[in-house]
T-cell receptor, first 109, second 114 residues
Framework: GQNIDQPTEMTATEGAIVQINCTYQTSGFNGLFWYQQHAGEAPTFLSYNVLDGLEEKGRFSSFLSRSKGYSYLLLKELQMKDSASYLCAVRDSNYQLIWGAGTKLIIKP | DVKVTQSSRYLVKRTGEKVFLECVQDMDHENMFWYRQDPGLGLRLIYFSYDVKMKEKGDIPEGYSVSREKKERFSLILESASTNQTSMYLC?????????????FGEGSRLTVL
């Protein structure tokens, strides 16, 4: 079966760096997405990786290793507003999205 | 900016009632999706549509139907609501021909079935 694994919850301190991991086992691979979802709000697109390596976008970076079925989202200089759930999703060979359950990130002052 | 609007943020219905959830988008996107989101589970696809009057079953279509009479509007219908359909329902859209193909989501409709 197809599976996406990510930690349920993480805690970090304001100003620090946090890495949220995502491992996947899917039927084929056509890209990996990270979305941010604040409590009670819509998920919003953060990043897309289809080739191995690091994609940097301001304070957020996303890494992909296709051979390992692994990605991480790196958040630097954490701010209180980064408290949210982070959803990992993989597009499979049929171009369908498989979603992880999300990682709830708690930022403490 | 893409705007995806869901008609109701919160609904409370009784078992057996018919429920309509409406979604409207203003960016002329071809593809529209209905997901449900439950604690501890990833988003699960109920139905999607890639064109007017076209619909495809997702992973969990049982107990649901959809309607897409106009490009901008995609409706989710629960013919006879049951308590196990208590959930957050998310509508999403996607344009065609884009490299990344990211989804744009509505704010969600939280449905409680008593």
């Amino acid at each position: 079966g197809q599976n996406i694994d990510q930690p349920t919850e993480m805690t970090a301190t304001e100003g620090a760096i946090v890495q949220i991991n995502c491992t996947y086992q899917t039927s084929g691979f056509n890209g990996l997405f990270w979305y941010q979802q604040h409590a009670g709000e819509a998920p919003t697109f953060l990043s897309y990786n289809v080739l191995d390596g690091l994609e940097e976008k301001g304070r957020f970076s996303s890494f992909l290793s296709r051979s390992k079925g692994y990605s991480y989202l790196l958040l630097k200089e954490l701010q209180m507003k980064d408290s949210a759930s982070y959803l990992c999703a993989v597009r499979d060979s049929n171009y369908q999205l498989i979603w992880g359950a999300g990682t709830k990130l708690i930022i403490k002052p | 900016d893409v705007k995806v609007t869901q008609s109701s943020r919160y609904l409370v219905k009784r078992t057996g009632e018919k429920v309509f959830l409406e979604c409207v988008q203003d960016m002329d996107h071809e593809n529209m999706f209905w997901y449900r989101q439950d604690p501890g589970l990833g988003l699960r696809l109920i139905y999607f549509s890639y064109d007017v009057k076209m619909k495809e079953k997702g992973d969990i279509p049982e107990g649901y139907s959809v309607s897409r009479e106009k490009k901008e509007r995609f409706s989710l219908i629960l013919e006879s609501a049951s308590t196990n359909q208590t959930s957050m329902y998310l509508c999403a859209t996607k344009g065609g021909g884009e490299v990344t193909g990211e989804l744009f989501f509505g704010e969600g409709s939280r449905l409680t079935v008593l």
